[in-house]
């Protein structure tokens, strides 16, 4: 086992955001409903660098992001 698999899940996806620029990160959420616009939420206060993009169907969300 290599030292990046005893991490938590959770600490490897902190350690895989960059904030320096030196990559840009792009996420994608599909379904603009309640879970997915908390994703984008909590995601942009996480990691307020990273570019965030919502896919809905429909033309309403249930939160503004």
Request: hydrophobic share 40%; proline share 0%; glycine share 4%.
């Given at each position: 086992?290599?030292?990046d698999e005893l991490r938590s899940p959770r600490a490897r996806a902190r350690s895989s955001i960059s904030t320096t620029g030196?990559?840009?990160v792009h996420?994608?959420?599909i379904g603009g409903?309640?879970?997915g616009m908390s994703a984008a939420s909590?995601?942009?206060?996480r990691a307020p660098a990273t570019r965030i993009s919502v896919?809905?169907?429909g033309p309403?969300?249930?939160y503004a992001l």
């Open positions: 086992m290599g030292k030196y990559h840009m996420v994608l959420i409903d309640a879970a909590q995601l942009r206060r896919f809905e169907k309403y969300t249930s």
